[in-house]
């Protein structure tokens, strides 16, 4: 039973426009989301986190919404550049500090 | 501030051999995790330590893989017997209250 999914295998943007990645969960004692990002051959790279007690948080060009009702949350990436071009993960815990659980990813193409 | 460190970060061996892998967490970090990241998913939980205390266990198949970290720092993960589903990249990371930082990872191959 997968807690955390990522429907989109795969998603390409042009250079400057808007990425859209989303992200559904099912266990609602999350209360902790992140988003890391994978280049190959390399670890996950922690991106950005939010809170359940929050709807947004902005970091530079990456914001991630959360939306609790839907059990939905998304990462903008804006504008895209084409060194985002990476795998995301999504991932929530039901606290800081434990073990989180991952979607399966998607990997992202920005096209110049 | 010096990154988690893994080793080795490509291992090749015959099913039924064993394996072990060596972490070494940003220092200062009390928690400790390995996971497992099998091609096309995400990484999937093995073990939380808490300095040298084991938190959560229970996806790890213990009778197979084992897990220790003396003295609340470096830690190993080991394999004995390797199966084939157990080609795998293995990820360990560490965390000092907040988000978890990841190692680059050990790929294992079991032919």
């Known amino acids: 039973d997968q807690q955390v999914k990522q429907n989109s295998p795969s998603l390409s943007v042009q250079e400057g426009r808007i990425s859209i990645l989303n992200c559904d969960y099912t266990?609602?004692?999350?209360?902790?989301f992140l988003w890391y990002k994978k280049y190959p051959a390399e670890g996950p790279t922690f991106l950005i986190s939010?809170?359940?007690?929050?709807d947004k948080n902005e970091d530079g060009r990456f914001t991630v919404f959360l939306n609790k009702s839907a059990k939905h949350l998304s990462l903008h990436i804006v504008p895209s550049q084409p060194g985002d071009s990476a795998v995301y993960f999504c991932a929530a815990s039901v606290f800081r500090n434990t073990p989180l659980v991952f979607g399966k990813g998607t990997r992202l193409s920005v096209i110049a | 501030e010096a990154g988690v460190a893994q080793s080795p970060r490509y291992k090749i061996i015959e099913k039924r051999q064993s394996v072990a892998f060596w972490c070494n967490p940003i220092?200062?970090?009390?928690?400790l995790y390995w996971y497992q990241q099998i091609l096309g998913q995400g990484p999937k939980l093995l073990i939380q330590f808490q300095n040298n205390g084991v938190v959560d266990d229970s996806q790890l198949p213990k009778d197979r893989f084992s897990a220790e970290r003396l003295k609340g720092v470096d830690s190993t993960l080991k394999i004995q017997p390797a199966k084939l589903e157990d080609s795998a990249v293995y990820l360990c990371?560490?965390?000092?209250?907040?988000?978890?930082?990841f190692g680059q990872g050990t790929r294992l191959t079991v032919v």
């Open positions: 939010i809170s359940s007690i929050k």
């Open positions: 266990n609602s004692m999350f209360d902790y």
């Open positions: 990371a560490s965390s000092g209250g907040t988000e978890a930082f």
């Open positions: 220092s200062g970090h009390a928690t």
